[in-house]
């Protein structure tokens, strides 16, 4: 069983800035892809970012240069550093493990596992 823990979330002003935290629980030999996805009110979930097992990013038009997304492999553990926050960031942001392996032996594993959500709201 994976679980993943959110955190960091909560209320800014225009121009401030948040970083979030989701951290991977369980027996975990190795993880794919992990990043983090947003749902505002009354739109669909959109994807924030997304880093890679070998550190490749892939980060959403609508955040670039305001948003880094990082992580700790060690600690199965990804960030996201967000800056100069507008209020169209306002969003419900959800943790995503695309697949996790495990053990070394492992062939499919198991994913896409989603945190619980932590809420972000930007005030103008």
């Known amino acids: 069983q994976v679980q993943l823990v959110e955190s960091g979330g909560g209320l800014v002003q225009a121009g401030g800035s948040l970083r979030l935290s989701c951290a991977a629980s369980?027996?975990?030999?190795?993880?794919?892809?992990m990043g983090w996805y947003r749902r505002a009110p009354g739109k669909q979930r959109e994807l924030v970012a997304t880093?890679?097992?070998?550190?490749?990013?892939n980060i959403a038009d609508s955040v670039k240069g305001r948003f880094t997304i990082s992580r700790d492999y060690a600690e199965n553990t990804v960030y996201l550093q967000m800056n100069s926050l507008k209020p169209e960031d306002t969003a419900v942001y959800y943790c995503?493990?695309?697949?996790?392996?495990?053990?070394?032996?492992?062939?499919?594993?198991?994913?896409?596992?989603w945190g619980q959500g932590t809420q972000v709201t930007v005030s103008s």
């Open positions: 369980g027996t975990i030999f190795s993880i794919n892809a």
């Open positions: 995503n493990v695309d697949r996790v392996y495990r053990y070394s032996f492992t062939i499919y594993g198991t994913g896409p596992h």
């Open positions: 880093i890679t097992s070998n550190g490749t990013t």
